[in-house]
């Protein structure tokens, strides 16, 4: 199999645009990682688009031609991928395959979300939709609702992390500030997530991702393919896929993320690298809790230590695993079907050491860890730089 290597990147800032069109959006995006891979448009092959509720929420469907059309590329054929959350991380995958097999020399990847123009209530409904509506949201459950059984359950089996939760939206808050494109620039602490108002018990507000607008793209291009960019080239070395149950009754464990664990060993295998071998990790925190078992699916932290990890601070911006140096969804914002492919981008980032304020001292290795619904869905992606 080829190897496969990214040559541009380009996203909008995340945020809430109720007034942007998803053209306005995808344009921005796409056309900033097209120039920053400075490639000839004619060379690419495909495009594939995540996008999660394009059609509930804003009515449009068929967003692969409406990608194409927008960016002036449809001689290419373009296709919308869905998979609730991992909308954008299943994209990505499904880019990187087509390189590897030589389906494609170069293809343009990307996810675009517009949400914040609507209600909460339509909104909600809409993300529902990721669970079984049938057995689950048909009951009034909603995500907030299950994620809380799941901390709930951890609490039970482990010990309540509640305090290292409010810690993990701290992380997030204080690395959004040093993002341009984070959603949330604002500073809390954790007796300010302990208090803030109740969502879903143990959840309160600082507890949960946010809703937001945006879009992200990368160009990916086949290892011998010279688009004559000057950026540090990375290679994406292990591209995993996991699945487990679409309810949450059904599965073995409330706990621990098969799906996860399935991706991460098919992701690690692929790269021939371990947990110990990654710099950073950018992973789904859509609840503060959802951070916390994930360090532990992923292999960096051992069951039931993942609180213990954000305690002793190895989870924050200077600790020996930082963990979403961007702000994660909880503060860079969660344009569902883009968020694996913004994801993607801070890793790849901080491999070109063009980070900023919140550049890690050592990022070689970065991994991206993307869920859709509660968990049915994973897609880890590595990262490597080129030296």
Do not use: W
Request: glycine letters at 12%; a negative charge.
């Amino acid at each position: 199999m080829r190897d496969v290597i990214v040559a541009g990147i380009g996203e909008t800032p995340m945020g809430r645009y109720p007034d942007r069109s998803l053209h306005d959006m995808i344009a921005e995006a796409g056309r900033a990682a097209l120039i920053d891979a400075a490639v000839d448009p004619a060379r690419l092959g495909a495009a594939y688009v995540g996008n999660f509720a394009g059609q509930p929420l804003t009515g449009q469907a068929h967003m692969g031609p409406l990608l194409a059309e927008t960016l002036g590329i449809p001689h290419i054929p373009a296709l919308r991928v869905e998979g609730a959350c991992a909308s954008g991380g299943l994209a990505l995958y499904q880019a990187v395959q087509a390189i590897r097999h030589g389906m494609h020399d170069v293809v343009l990847v990307g996810g675009v979300e517009k949400m914040t123009h609507q209600t909460t209530a339509v909104v909600t409904e809409a993300l529902t939709s990721a669970m079984d509506v049938e057995l689950e949201a048909q009951s009034g459950l909603t995500f907030p609702g299950i994620f809380a059984m799941v901390a709930n359950r951890y609490f039970h089996e482990h010990r309540d992390v509640s305090r290292e939760m409010a810690q993990v939206a701290v992380n997030a808050h204080d690395n959004a500030l040093l993002n341009p494109h984070a959603q949330l620039h604002k500073a809390i602490d954790v007796e300010k997530v302990l208090s803030a108002p109740r969502i879903a018990d143990p959840f309160g507000l600082y507890d949960c991702s946010l809703v937001t607008d945006g879009a992200a793209f990368l160009v990916l291009t086949a290892a011998d393919v010279d688009t004559g960019s000057t950026a540090r080239r990375v290679r994406i070395t292990g591209s995993g896929h996991g699945g487990d149950t679409l309810t949450l009754h059904g599965r073995e464990s409330l706990t621990s993320f098969r799906a996860t664990r399935q991706a991460a060993a098919t992701a690690y295998e692929q790269a021939g690298v371990g947990p110990g071998d990654i710099d950073l990790a950018e992973v789904h925190d859509c609840f503060t809790i959802t951070q916390i078992i994930n360090t532990e699916d992923l292999g960096f932290f051992e069951p039931g230590r993942g609180g213990d990890a954000v305690a002793e601070g190895r989870t924050a911006l200077r600790g020996d695993m930082p963990i979403n140096t961007s702000g994660g969804l909880k503060a860079k914002g969660h344009p569902v079907g883009a968020t694996g492919i913004s994801q993607a981008i801070e890793v790849i980032t901080q491999l070109r050491g063009d980070a900023g304020e919140r550049q890690l001292a050592t990022a070689d290795i970065g991994l991206t860890h993307n869920l859709g619904g509660t968990a049915g869905t994973c897609v880890i992606n590595i990262f490597e730089g080129e030296s």
